[in-house]
């Protein structure tokens, strides 16, 4: 079936070869940190998560909320989810192959990746995420694949695939709460010490997730045949709304726990955030970017008549994707390692190098989908065809 990516009109082609241009920069700036190493990055001993593992955080909620379109679908035959669940799938498949990117140029030396299986520590949450991102990204290349493969037969599919879809559902949730368990088992940090952060991860990964979802649905509408229906897109929409106020709600909750307990250690981190600290306070603008283009798009997600204007949903899903982008990509990680044990700061700011290759290995995503999602559409394009010819 990837044949079908073979081919394609030249707007497409310009767009695969724009991507394998950024990746190839991306690949370049990677030769770079692996022959001179990881001083080349912003990274420090205060600050030795960062950029790289801010985007694995994030991007495994994007793979975990492809679950918002299979529960309906499979467990409840919601029908109106049919055709684009595929897409839910295969969305998870280039968010999770990116998350594993990411913890590869993250080491440094990428041999080390290997240890992680060769010598496995079974009380590591390291071990545990590992082996359910790399489950994961089989369960779903596996029905997906599968799935795919008998809609181009125009056939059922088979009933055996329904096992591997029941447990990719729990797997889900399971990628993203042991994620969320690699932060709140930590206790020395104490913006990552609560028992909310596996709900808030979910939470922001189930309005996140499915606002990529409805915003790669409008292009693809846009620039070719293929229609995920009104209804489907709208009851996205109202996923992202709920998911969205949940994520809200479980922040606030941060702050009253952090303020009202008096406890110093607690506020640090979100004062640094939201207002700096000691004069410090690189990550201040952003944090108030992300609020304001939260609530906005909030607003125009719990106001119906707003949230049924597709133009007007599709800004809120940006503004969604974008607000929580910059909460989990760059606030949450590099918040919690300031200040320091010992009270000290020590700001990071990320090089041109970290830049490079982590917009490199968004281009490879970018590609994986593309491709993905262009032998997806050839194959619902044929067998839809073969549908009209049947009935004819």
Request: with cysteine.
């Amino acid at each position: 079936m990837l044949e079908k990516a073979l081919s394609g009109s030249k707007g497409y082609w310009i767009w695969v070869l724009f991507l394998l241009t950024v990746i190839s920069a991306g690949v370049g700036a990677y030769l770079i940190q692996f022959t001179k190493g990881l001083a080349v990055t912003g990274m420090s001993r205060d600050v030795s998560w960062a950029l790289y593992i801010s985007q694995l955080t994030f991007l495994v909620g994007v793979a975990a909320s492809a679950v918002m379109l299979v529960i309906p679908y499979y467990l409840h035959n919601y029908k109106a989810f049919g055709r684009i669940t595929i897409l839910g799938e295969f969305l998870a498949i280039s968010a999770v192959t990116m998350c594993l990117l990411f913890v590869f140029v993250d080491l440094g030396n990428p041999v080390r990746i290997m240890n992680v299986f060769l010598h496995p520590t079974l009380n590591s949450v390291l071990f545990w995420d590992a082996t359910v991102l790399n489950g994961y990204l089989f369960l779903n290349l596996f029905i997906g694949w599968v799935v795919l493969e008998s809609e181009k037969k125009g056939v059922p599919a088979p009933k055996w695939i329904k096992p591997f879809i029941y447990l990719s559902i729990p797997w889900a949730v399971s990628i993203h709460t042991v994620t969320a368990f690699l932060y709140a088992g930590i206790p020395g940090r104490h913006l990552w010490l609560t028992a909310v952060m596996a709900p808030r991860f979910l939470a922001s990964a189930f309005a996140a997730g499915p606002s990529l979802l409805i915003i790669l649905a409008m292009i693809l509408r846009k620039f070719t045949y293929f229609d995920a229906g009104k209804e489907a897109i709208q009851k996205l929409g109202q996923i992202v709304t709920y998911a969205l106020l949940v994520n809200f709600f479980l922040y606030a909750m941060e702050f009253f726990t952090a303020f009202y307990s008096g406890i110093p250690s607690h506020q640090h981190s979100l004062i640094y955030l939201f207002a700096g600290l000691h004069g410090h306070g690189n990550l201040v603008p952003w944090m108030w970017v992300s609020v304001t283009l939260g609530f906005i798009a909030a607003v125009l997600l719990v106001v119906p008549r707003f949230r049924r204007n597709e133009n007007l949903l599709l800004a809120a899903c940006v503004l969604t994707f974008a607000s929580l982008w910059i909460d989990k990509g760059l606030g949450l990680v590099i918040g919690g390692f300031i200040p320091n044990m010992l009270e000290g700061i020590t700001e990071y700011v990320p090089t041109t190098i970290e830049l490079m290759i982590t917009i490199g290995i968004y281009a490879l995503g970018a590609l994986i989908l593309t491709v993905l999602y262009k032998t997806a559409l050839g194959v619902k394009e044929y067998a839809e065809s073969g549908k009209v010819m049947g009935a004819h």
